[in-house]
């Protein structure tokens, strides 16, 4: 089974920017569609960006324009690039593959507030 590590949360405040790795264990992880999901207090968790093993993505159409995904299989990486933060988007961020599956990482949490 694969394993995540996410890093790179943080305390930011508005129209801020934050950059996310989650590093996956495994061999092969070069042949899954990799995903981030978020989860804030409160509610059910998100996707929020996906990327294909061909390098096509997909934005959830609240960070489509100021997220970035992108993947290094060599390092068998993901990143997320944010920017432009706002409030709404404090929330625990994880990767997996889409569609998920377990188990989840412990997740890195995004604060965005002044």
């Known amino acids: 089974q694969v394993q995540f590590v996410e890093s790179g949360g943080d305390l930011v405040q508005p129209g801020g920017s934050l950059r996310l790795a989650c590093a996956a264990s495994?061999?092969?992880?070069?042949?899954?569609?990799m995903a981030w999901y978020r989860q804030a207090p409160g509610k059910e968790r998100e996707l929020v960006a996906r990327?294909?093993?061909?390098?096509?993505?997909y934005y959830a159409s609240s960070v489509r324009g100021r997220f970035t995904i992108s993947r290094d299989n060599a390092k068998n990486t993901v990143f997320l690039q944010m920017n432009s933060l706002k409030p709404e988007d404090t929330a625990v961020y994880y990767c997996?593959?889409?569609?998920?599956?377990?188990?989840w990482g412990q997740g890195t949490q995004v604060t965005v507030s002044s």
């Open positions: 990327i294909s093993t061909g390098g096509i993505t």
């Open positions: 997996n593959k889409y569609p998920p599956t377990p188990p």
């Open positions: 495994g061999r092969i992880f070069s042949i899954y569609t």
